[in-house]
């Protein structure tokens, strides 16, 4: 089978999207994913994302971690399926899709793509870290010496550890650069390891510096490895509404390949 696909990046963080409307795709072909992610011997990314038709919202959106296996919300991957969706025409500069945590409302600015995630309105204290769901679990740890952190090793030993264990969450270590400014490496469950960028990471990592006070801002700026995003946020009672990540998303390539 030839298959085409195009190749977008959200800071860095890569994506295999295939155009699956005519349902072209086998959705349950766990090797095949993870060979068109392979970065040897596949086309090479952190996830593949379907973009399928749906009967109430302008189109589905279907996430693939790199290791096969369907996923959780991908942030950043949701961010460039909303551009490769203009791209296709099917979108112009607004769109509401569903995604495997529901409904999300976007705009296209220009180069950037504002995505508005889910209300979050748990947000668990723990000694050493903060968790919460933000599409995807996130564990949330702070670490003044961040660039000389071994961000797979260190991230794999909290995602495989208590009390996350098989199921696992991603984490993300943060080192406050000012009061509206953060930095963030996250470790990845599914890529298993670091990505340049984690899209409901640093939404996680924004509420999760409201919620302890690191911040009294309700725009953040994330340092990530692969450039800078921004979350914007309301607080109503106990609840973050209102979320929104901003940032580019850009076409690399397209092409086809024989799988």
Known sequence: MILSFYKYQGTGNDFVLIDNRQQVFSKNDTKLVHFLCDRKFGIGADGLILLENDDVYDFKMVYYNSDGNESTMCGNGGRCMVAFANFLGV???ETTFIAIDGK?????????????M????????????VFLNTGSPHHVTFSENISQLDIKREGAAIRYGAPYFEEGANVNFVKKLSDTEFRVRTYERGVEDETLSCG???????????HLQ????????LQVEGGHLQVSF???AKTYTNIFLKGKAT??????ITC
């Open 104 to 116: 999300h409302y976007a705009t296209i600015e220009g180069e950037e793509v504002h995505l508005q």
């Open 214 to 221: 690191e911040t009294k801002a309700n725009e953040v700026t």
């Open 251 to 256: 076409q690399v390539f397209k092409g086809e």
């Open 200 to 210: 409901t990471g640093v939404t996680a990592v924004a509420l999760a510096m409201h």
């Open 234 to 236: 309301e607080r109503d």
């Open 118 to 129: 889910q209300d979050v309105s748990t947000i668990e204290d723990h000694e050493t870290h």
């Open 91 to 93: 979108i112009k500069d």
